[in-house]
């Protein structure tokens, strides 16, 4: 079963930034197409980023964060991270990984198996 694991998430007022990490220890990340996800309260879990399942140097955004975050990894460290800048109070969630089929920004998890995520509080 895969088995990621976020973190770096945290309190920070609006306008401020977080750097986000998904590892794992089963698996090698860029073996697949990792995706970022989140989960307001009361609110579905939403896909809104991704690398490309055909070209891995394409990355997606959905229009609510393009322009503010930025996908990146780290593949000596098999690392993910999610840069999150200029943050707004609607960008409180918490953030998961997981491998996806990502063909726009919208991706669509491989498996039904999720970590148990990073909170972001965005509030001044």
């Known amino acids: 079963q895969v088995q990621l694991v976020e973190s770096g998430g945290g309190l920070v007022q609006p306008g401020g930034s977080l750097r986000l990490s998904c590892t794992s220890s089963?698996?090698?990340?860029?073996?697949?197409?990792i995706g970022w996800f989140r989960q307001a309260p009361g609110k579905q879990r939403d896909g809104i980023s991704c690398?490309?399942?055909?070209?891995?140097?394409?990355?997606y955004y959905t229009d609510s964060i393009k322009g503010r975050f930025t996908m990146s990894k780290d593949n000596a460290k098999n690392t993910v991270y999610l840069q999150m800048n200029s943050l707004k109070p609607e960008d409180s969630a918490v953030y998961y990984c997981?491998?996806?089929?990502?063909?726009?920004?919208?991706?669509?998890?491989?498996?039904?198996?999720w970590g148990q995520g990073t909170r972001v509080t965005v509030s001044s």
């Open positions: 089963g698996f090698t990340l860029d073996h697949y197409a």
């Open positions: 997981a491998p996806t089929w990502c063909e726009g920004p919208n991706p669509r998890p491989l498996y039904d198996s």
């Open positions: 690398f490309s399942s055909r070209d891995s140097s394409t990355t």
